[in-house]
């Protein structure tokens, strides 16, 4: 397969990312591979990384293989900084605490264990990408946000507007996240988050319009959430029949649902029973646009940068070729 990039997030994991990185590096002198890699040192460092190894090698004969070390928050930001994805076959060693691309597609345990696999395989699998484009943005920015916002964000598990992505937001600003996770605890902040938020947060109307035209409207939304693969957020499995690789999205809708309603419904997302609530809809679509009465935050992969009143969400079928 030629020459290997590798691109690692050394503080994924609160700092374990470098400790993995060291074992695959053994790994990978062992059995003499041709490879480079890359550490991202500040936020959005990623995207640049990714962007500088396939525009220099953009005209080579051969694909350019590149292996992301880190989370979903990383690869996420990698895809942002690939100059043309069909010359570039990605390879994903989770390092993460959410790790719900790994989830879904059944990674090997342990990092080494996925370079060999990932070493060993001839031919890329082909799986779709999700495509966010903001309408509008407002004012409100997050702490990684810069002063101007990308109007296309790409994705590989999920794309929400609404609750979800307020639940990443507040966790951005968390100054006890990284505690949390240091001691194994990191999943704790999203819930103590999750339960002010269900009590707090607005609820505003908002319509959500398809592919075709056909429109639905909400007169008490929490959120929307589009899925190329079935899970988010740490494990919550709110599109149950979502895979990556049939050209569509599923989409999952929480509506009119009462707080109190809301704590019993969101835990059995974990295990995908949350569908047969009358308040949670489930569609199947190539595309979509959302429509809020109010900007709200908007998520790719559980990266927040901005609220919107209007985005677009849509599917580039086959567009990933991924070393799995």
């Excluded at 059995?268 to 595309?287: D, E, I, L, R």
Aim: aromatic share 10%; proline share 4%; glycine share 10%.
């Amino acid at each position: 397969m030629g020459k290997y990039y590798f691109i690692c997030n050394p503080v994924s994991q609160s700092g374990k990312g470098i400790k993995i990185w060291n074992e695959v590096e053994k790994y990978l002198k062992e059995q003499s591979i041709d490879y480079e890699v890359l550490f991202s040192e500040r936020s959005g460092h990623i995207s640049e990384l990714m962007k500088k190894v396939t525009t220099e090698h953009l005209n080579d004969e051969t694909p350019i293989n590149v292996i992301i070390l880190g989370g979903d928050g990383t690869l996420d930001e990698a895809l942002q900084g690939i100059a043309d994805f069909s010359k570039v076959n990605i390879g994903y060693v989770p390092t993460g605490s959410g790790n719900d691309f790994a989830r879904a597609l059944s990674y090997e345990n342990g990092a080494v264990e996925n370079i060999k696999h990932i070493l060993s395989i001839k031919e890329p699998k082909i799986y779709d990408l999700g495509k966010l484009e903001y309408m509008s943005v407002s004012d409100d920015r997050t702490c990684i946000a810069g002063k101007d916002i990308d109007p296309v964000r790409y994705f590989d598990v999920s794309c929400g507007i609404g609750f979800d992505a307020a639940i990443c937001e507040r966790a951005l600003a968390s100054k006890v996240k990284d505690f949390l996770n240091r001691i194994g605890l990191g999943k704790l902040i999203y819930g103590l988050i999750s339960v002010k938020l269900i009590f707090g947060d607005v609820k505003p109307k908002a319509t959500i319009i398809f592919d075709e035209g056909e429109s639905i409207e909400f007169d008490r939304l929490r959120f929307i959430v589009g899925m190329n693969t079935c899970y988010e957020g740490g494990g919550y499995k709110f599109a149950p029949a979502a895979v990556p690789d049939d050209g569509y999205l599923d989409i999952c809708v929480f509506n009119n649902m009462s707080p109190l309603e809301a704590i019993s419904v969101i835990p059995k997302a974990a295990k995908g029973t949350h569908v047969s609530n009358k308040h949670v809809g489930q569609f199947h679509a190539k595309s979509y646009e959302v429509k809020s009465e109010i900007p709200l935050w908007v998520h790719t992969d559980g990266e927040v940068y901005a609220k919107s009143d209007h985005i677009r969400v849509s599917v580039v079928p086959g567009a990933l070729r991924f070393l799995k």
